[in-house]
């Protein structure tokens, strides 16, 4: 953190803010300074601020809060595990959802009565006002803080016009309770759609006040939960690296936490185990399986001198390793931060209902004290005039604009939930109409991830299950993944393995050992050469053939002679290619991204009907490809399933997770794909669009309804009474609309759209 008055950058986590309007207050406020720039995200509750020389980090926190709101420098992620985290998700979100239901619960009954007159028994008004009052001030109080905090500091929001418009309904009820007629035994509620003039004394309003309290909190319990999962990609990042590790002092092996160990410590890695941190081989061979952070399908062969990055696991044999990078040094924490990075700079999710506000609420409340001046000018007597300022704040009370969001993407989370579909939140919608472009990871997205038996080649008189038999049954000994791919395969195509005897593992080689009484090599071709084995020119270029194609080959000999030659390679999922095909129907250019080789990529990319090939690149270089694309204009989806693939999944426009991969990779998405299925991604965007497009239909019938009403409402021709009706229709209309959404069908099996 810079402090004092050094010119310099800095990133503060703001508090207290309610809607995009606040988020928008705080950045004029701090662009007042001179000198000052400063962009505040609401979605993730954070300000990047640069400041010149003479501006301190003290008096950016000053303005911030001068204006209403918190702010502090972000704390460092702390994994879920570490006890020193703080609050959980369930404990930020337990008061609300405590506050949530309680004013749920309490009014429905509220409604009930006043909507269905055979419930209204007698004194049924007085049971409504002890039903409403809990929700009003205990289930409202959050609306009526942050409208109080707003006024304090000549602001108006959203808060603002729900906390104004239940105030005042509550308040004219009590009013009509305690000295109108409305308390009176024997009170009826019926509906009267008259545009006839009426002083309202004989009404009470109390659904109004109970029902719009309760929406609106539901409305914010699910925008405040989509918001908590912001830090959880950095969190699940964390969680990859080891905890403990075995290092070694004056000869003895001790096991330390991994925060313990010092730059240039050597430390033990055993088969199976994560390294602990970035660092040197200095003893030991192994194959470490680094698919978790570079996507690499094959696992590397490691020896003497070569480098090694934390949170890979070692696949084969023991290792020594000198730490070289411990820390926030470290390739992982690199990655924490590109993820980090990437989420805080993403566009900010401007909610329509937040923009609209940001004009119609001042209107509202002008429009309100301007009838209720009208009236009282012109003799119409203060019941009416506080009847037309009510009717006028109930009718704009923002019900079915705050219903617009939630319910929409209640009802399109949950079709998608059934599908294998999993949207975060709105602002994953906004970005799904205008995407042109989606980068798709090869190794884990597009194929399996899983190295796979392709093809055996054998020499004249040598049979394909006789080498699987003798092959299978020595690599079945062996722990090296290429080897089990083998084993594998060889049992599911050959049947019966033979035993191996004598097995030894040869360093970067391969292996060997006696099988049914023949002595078996299996590895590079220069172990069946130190063994005068030679491949034939037939074998030679099924080598070379493989090698063109990105594939793993292995040569098999025995009994003297180089007998066979066996590729294995990852696997194209079955849907990879249909998928494909979809996304071109809906208008996308399809790039394969992988940070495999050219010969790899070119391989997959033609199987599945891609271009455009990026190949050998590095989780950074993902995220500046990722950049490129977006600095061209073009909106870009991203589809991966791995750690490497977490920064380019927040940095893009639209990012889809494989659910068969990584936490992180999940957690840094917008979009996450349960079943693992490409295929998917395209009903994602389809339900994704749909939704949306729901979202903005609620939208603009509210503002229409609001817009139409509010002239009756002023001139006296809507009561109160009928202003809560219509505005209880509107709602419904909302909701009704919204559930069109569970009608949504997929794709078929064929690639056809469902109607």
């Not at 035993?499 to 040869?506: K, L, P």
């Not at 009928?722 to 609309?737: D, E, K, L, R």
């Amino acid at each position: 953190m810079t402090t004092g008055t050094t010119s310099g950058r800095i990133e503060l986590t703001i508090g207290g803010m309610t809607c995009a309007s606040c988020a928008a207050r705080v950045e004029r406020k701090l662009n007042k300074l001179e000198g000052v720039t400063a962009s505040v995200n609401y979605a993730t509750e954070k300000a990047k601020v640069e400041y010149p020389e003479g501006v301190s980090t003290e008096d950016l926190i000053a303005t911030v809060e001068q204006a209403g709101y918190t702010a502090e420098p972000p704390q460092p992620p702390r994994s879920e595990r570490d006890p020193a985290a703080g609050e959980t998700e369930d404990d930020t979100l337990r008061p609300l959802r405590q506050r949530l239901f309680t004013s749920v619960a309490l009014a429905i009954p509220v409604v009930a009565m006043a909507m269905i007159p055979a419930l209204q028994f007698t004194y049924w008004q007085w049971l409504s006002l002890t039903l409403a009052a809990p929700v009003v001030v205990y289930g409202g109080w959050p609306f009526h803080k942050a409208a109080w905090t707003n006024l304090r500091h000549g602001a108006a929001t959203m808060d603002t016009l729900v906390s104004l418009g239940t105030i005042a309904a509550f308040g004219w009820s009590l009013w009509a309770l305690f000295l109108g007629s409305a308390g009176e035994p024997g009170m009826t509620h019926g509906f009267e759609f008259s545009m006839t003039r009426s002083d309202g004394s004989a009404n009470i309003y109390l659904e109004a006040a109970a029902g719009v309290t309760a929406f609106i909190l539901a409305g914010r319990y699910f925008e405040a939960r989509s918001k908590r999962r912001a830090g959880a990609a950095l969190r699940a990042l964390l969680e990859l690296g080891a905890k403990e590790v075995s290092v070694v002092r004056d000869g003895q092996e001790e096991r330390i936490p991994v925060d313990a160990l010092a730059e240039g410590d050597v430390f033990v890695v055993r088969p199976g185990e994560k390294i602990a941190t970035d660092g040197v081989v200095t003893e030991g061979t192994s194959a470490v399986d680094a698919s978790m952070l570079t996507g690499e399908s094959v696992p590397v062969e490691v020896g003497p001198g070569d480098t090694v990055v934390g949170a890979t696991v070692n696949a084969g044999g023991r290792l020594l390793v000198r730490a070289t990078r411990i820390g926030a040094d470290t390739q992982l924490a690199q990655m924490a931060r590109l993820v980090e990075e990437a989420q805080t700079g993403k566009a900010e999710a401007q909610r329509l209902a937040d923009r609209i506000s940001g004009v119609f609420v001042p209107v509202v409340i002008t429009l309100a004290a301007a009838t209720l001046g009208f009236w009282l000018g012109t003799g119409g007597g203060a019941a009416a005039a506080f009847t037309a300022a009510v009717a006028v704040l109930i009718i704009a009370c923002p019900c079915a604009l705050g219903l617009a969001t939630p319910t929409a993407l209640m009802v399109g989370t949950g079709r998608g939930a059934q599908l294998g579909i999993l949207i975060k939140g709105p602002e994953v919608l906004e970005s799904t109409r205008r995407i042109d472009t989606i980068v798709l990871d090869k190794t884990g997205t597009v194929t399996t991830g899983t190295m796979v038996l392709a093809e055996v080649r054998t020499t004249e008189g040598v049979t394909e299950e006789e080498v699987l038999r003798l092959a299978g049954a020595l690599e079945d000994s062996s722990e090296h993944p290429v080897a089990r791919a083998i084993a594998a395969g060889a049992r599911q195509r050959a049947g019966r393995l033979g035993t191996a005897e004598d097995f030894t593992n040869v360093p970067g080689l391969g292996v060997q050992g006696v099988v049914d009484g023949h002595a078996v090599l299996v590895g590079r071709p220069g172990l069946l050469a130190d063994w005068s084995q030679h491949l034939t020119p037939e074998l030679e270029r099924a080598m070379a053939r493989a090698a063109e194609r990105g594939h793993t080959a292995v040569a098999v000999g025995w009994d003297g002679a180089a007998r066979a030659v066996i590729t294995v390679a990852d696997q194209v999922k079955s849907g990879s290619a249909a998928a494909v095909a979809r996304f071109k129907e809906l208008g996308l250019r399809p790039i394969l991204l992988t940070g495999d080789g050219e010969a790899v990529a070119r391989t997959v990319a033609a199987e599945v009907g891609i271009d455009e090939v990026i190949a050998e690149v590095l989780p950074q270089d993902k995220v500046d490809i990722v950049r490129r694309l977006q600095g061209e204009g073009r909106t870009v989806a991203m589809a991966g399933d791995g750690v490497n693939d977490a920064a380019a999944l927040a940095q893009a426009d639209l990012g889809l997770a494989m659910g068969t991969g990584t936490d992180v990779a999940i957690e840094a998405s917008d979009l996450t794909l349960v079943r693992g299925d490409l295929r998917v991604a395209a009903d994602a965007i389809r339900l994704a669009r749909s939704t949306l497009a729901t979202i903005k239909g609620n939208l603009v019938w509210a503002f229409a309804y609001n817009v139409a009403a509010l002239p009756l409402a002023a001139v006296g021709l809507l009561t109160p009474m009928i202003a809560g009706a219509a505005m209880a229709f509107s709602s419904v209309f909302v909701v009704s609309n919204s559930l069109r959404l569970r009608r949504f069908r997929p794709y078929d099996r064929d690639g056809a759209a469902a109607p």
